[in-house]
T-cell receptor, first 115, second 114 residues
Framework: KAGVTQTPRYLIKTRGQQVTLSCSPI?????VSWYQQTPGQGLQFLFE???????NKGNFPGRFSGRQFSNSRSEMNVSTLELGDSALYLC????FGAGSNEKLFFGSGTQLSVL | GDSVTQMEGPVTLSEEACLTI???????????LFWYVQYPGEGLQLLLK?????DKGSNKGFEATYRKETTSFHLEKGSVQVSDSAVYFC?????????????FGGGTRLMVKP
């Protein structure tokens, strides 16, 4: 069974550009969450999608957005990139996303560098 | 809001030494508690979890007990191996939140020397 797949693995952009990251969850999983990991702030929750609807959102500016497709694949977009957006972006999937007892499966992440 | 505090690393141990990584939390509701591990170049993997007070989570020789009175969830292992070298994250999920929003601690890097 394939794991959570994130593409691309590495990305280099310049300030002001926009970027789209992709996440394919484990087959059958309907919940996809996104996290930002930086050395200074650690792991921070961005948003969660379930059945194409955003269910939770973290404390990030509107430049960060996402969506989920009918096949549960998800994309996140960051517009007008800033240097501080350089981070490892992790995607996690689970079957239903409801409640706190469900195991999350994480992808290897997309390493974004903003120059 | 919810928060998780864990000891700063790196923690450097010799093989077969005992490990304790401290984790304390603040939550308004009744959280579930988790330990995740991140190996170099990889995403996070669930190591163990506990969903209510006094529960003990265990996996691969690691253990952690949910202590409501001290709001703690310390990770322990009796004898570490070189292969345990990784970054360990303590996290909580508040039942008041619908969905899978985890609040993570800052992570503790463990280095085990042969």
């Amino acid at each position: 069974k394939a794991g959570v797949t994130q593409t691309p693995r590495y990305l280099i952009k310049t300030r002001g550009q926009q970027v789209t990251l992709s996440c394919s969850p484990i087959s059958g999983h309907r919940s996809v969450s996104w996290y930002q990991q930086t050395p200074g702030q650690g792991l921070q929750f961005l948003f969660e999608y379930f059945s194409e609807t955003q269910r939770n959102k973290g404390n990030f500016p509107g430049r960060f957005s996402g969506r989920q497709f009918s096949n549960s694949r998800s994309e996140m977009n960051v517009s007008t990139l800033e240097l501080g957006d350089s981070a490892l972006y992790l995607c996690a999937s689970s079957l239903f996303g409801a409640g706190s007892n469900e195991k999350l499966f994480f992808g290897s992440g997309t390493q974004l560098s903003v120059l | 809001g919810d928060s998780v505090t864990q000891m700063e690393g790196p923690v450097t141990l010799s093989e077969e030494a005992c490990l304790t990584i401290n984790c304390t939390y603040t939550a308004t509701g009744y959280p579930s508690l988790f330990w995740y591990v991140q190996y170099p170049g990889e995403g996070l993997q669930l190591l163990l979890k506990a969903t209510k007070a006094d529960d003990k989570g265990s996996n691969k020789g690691f253990e952690a007990t949910y202590r409501k009175e001290t709001t703690s969830f310390h990770l322990e292992k009796g004898s570490v191996q070189v292969s345990d070298s990784a970054v360990y994250f303590c996290a909580l999920s508040d039942l008041n939140n619908a969905g899978n929003m985890l609040t993570f601690g800052g992570g503790t890097r463990l280095m085990v020397k042969p």
